[in-house]
């Protein structure tokens, strides 16, 4: 397992679905924190271009999610960064905060909101192994907490993201002893949210936060909080926890 | 009086394992049984089998890979026995036992597993819900502790089971208010899939039932089933959106 130390850091490479907006923040941040960072999404080479701006160092590369050769070919160019300590993972629908009631989706709708995703983490987890299998590193696949506990309106998003989480478990108990740790990240969903109501331009997710309660503390972006994970576990926490889910909702969520 | 007397209960995969328990023990609990199997020869076996004991059941075909055999069966149960009460989805990937080599899996092998325990999940309860809610029923998932715990070598189908129970506590917020129960249970037993892993070992028995506080595998009928005949009936009235994992104390992970 690759640690990190020193004033150095080894990049760090996000990819990401059709919501693209908290992965674009987690990039954004990472280049601030000092992190070479590569981003995988439909607009990557834009938030690279923005990172680039900013005085940082990145490389965008557009692959659609679940594309496996398109996958594997834009870690390949992100390793133009140098070594890679870490791939976050970060599939969900660009609506995941918009509630439905089960009956009224369509097949087409349920594999948007809840299929495509779990196979775009499957493909992300399966070339993210391929990526660290020499020199280990650390994994984090992104799940809105909704998944731990349930919501009105949201089973999509919870079925999607429950396979998700155990998806990086088994990895995690796979990995291991290949020196690479895999863990969740759990955000409040409307912070994966990239289509605010268009009426009002608030995010349609209240209803899933009232069935979880408020938060003990004022939670920041949660893009903060992923990127410090992203830090511990290349850091200090480096070969140390595997298979976990790090709740960064501000406690709203306090499932095992 | 039975605690299943004048209830309808259809049972996916109910051919078979652990299937075959589970209509075993509703039957042996009153219910009439809808044994939804895609190979009607395994489903009518079973259906013999209630017959001999004094129940009543029937068997459909229902590849729940099919939504319009999905529909079709909880149409025939609704016909003959008057209406649906208890949907129990136990069909699983004839593969699910087979262990996966994770990193280098085809996306298609994942696509079997989904289709079984995700997609068909998705399509039974869409197809069930208005006769669920008619009856104020309920609607069972079997999952696994796979689907807690993760697994190094059955990944894909601790992560479908995962999905499975991520469906459940939604659905049961969104079900509640209709009356309609959403739960999923969580077995470890014996199965025709690991008699045939313990034939190819000797060893693996053993090794197996050491883990378990209880010293040995569940039966389905007699240790799985009653798990599955407490949920439809009315003593479990007030549970919603849990898994029940009856494991012998083999896992405990909340």
């Known amino acids: ?256 | 009086m039975s605690s299943l007397s004048d209830r309808t209960v259809l049972v996916t995969g109910g051919g078979g394992g652990v299937g075959r328990g589970l209509a075993l023990a509703c039957a042996g609990a009153g219910a009439s049984v809808v044994v939804g199997v895609r190979d009607l020869s395994k489903g009518n076996e079973v259906v013999e089998r209630v017959s001999e004991r004094g129940g009543t059941a029937m068997a459909v075909a229902c590849d729940v890979t099919a939504s319009d055999q999905v529909e079709e069966a909880l149409r025939m149960a609704a016909d003959r026995f008057g209406g649906v009460d208890a949907v129990i989805h136990n069909a699983v990937s004839t593969r699910s036992s087979q262990p996966v080599p994770f990193e280098a899996a085809p996306l298609s092998l994942w696509d079997e597993h989904a289709a079984v325990s995700i997609t068909a999940s998705f399509h039974i309860a869409q197809a069930a819900f208005s006769r669920l809610a008619e009856r104020r029923g309920t609607l069972i998932f079997m999952t696994s502790p796979a689907g807690v715990d993760g697994s190094e070598q059955l990944s894909f189908y601790a992560a479908v089971k995962a999905a499975q129970r991520g469906l459940v506590k939604s659905l049961a917020r969104e079900w509640g208010p209709h009356g309609v129960r959403v739960n999923a249970i969580a077995p470890l037993a014996a199965t025709p899939a690991m008699d045939r892993a313990f034939a190819a070992d000797p060893h693996l028995e053993g090794r197996v039932r050491s883990l378990i506080p209880l010293g040995r595998l569940g039966d389905s009928e007699l240790d799985i089933g009653p798990a599955a005949v407490f949920l439809c009936e009315d003593g479990s009235r007030y549970i919603t959106g849990q898994t029940l994992v009856v494991s012998g104390g083999r896992f405990t992970t909340g």
Request: proline residues 8%; charged residues 15%; contains cysteine.
């Open chain 1, 1 to 256: 397992m690759n640690r990190e130390s020193g004033a150095t850091k080894a990049a760090v490479v996000v990819v990401s679905g059709p919501a693209t907006g908290l992965a674009d923040r987690l990039a954004a941040r990472l280049a601030e924190d000092g992190r070479p960072v590569g981003i995988v999404s439909p607009r990557g080479a834009d938030v690279a271009a923005a990172v680039q701006a900013a005085g940082g160092n990145a490389i965008g590369v557009a692959a659609p999610p679940g594309d496996r050769p398109a996958l594997e070919a834009a870690l390949g160019r992100c390793t133009g960064l140098g070594p890679v300590a870490a791939v976050v993972l970060a599939f969900h629908p660009p609506s995941a905060g918009r509630a439905r009631e089960l009956v009224s989706l369509s097949d087409e709708e349920w594999d948007a909101g809840c299929e495509a995703p779990i196979r775009s983490c499957l493909v992300g987890l399966q070339e993210a192994h391929h990526l660290l299998s020499d020199s280990g590193g650390a994994v984090v696949v992104v799940v809105p907490t909704v998944a731990l506990v349930g919501a009105d309106g949201y089973v999509a998003a919870t079925t999607s993201g429950e396979a998700q989480r155990i998806l990086a478990k088994s990895a995690a108990r796979r990995w291991g002893a290949s020196g690479i740790t895999v863990n969740v990240a759990a955000v409040p969903l409307d912070a994966l949210d990239d289509a605010p109501d268009e009426a009002t331009g608030a995010n349609p997710s209240g209803a899933a936060q009232l069935s979880l309660g408020p938060p003990a503390l004022t939670p920041p972006d949660p893009a903060i909080g992923i990127a410090s994970l992203v830090d511990a576990l290349t850091g200090g926490l480096g070969g140390l926890v595997t298979g976990a889910t790090v709740g960064l909702d501000g406690g709203a969520v306090m499932a095992p």
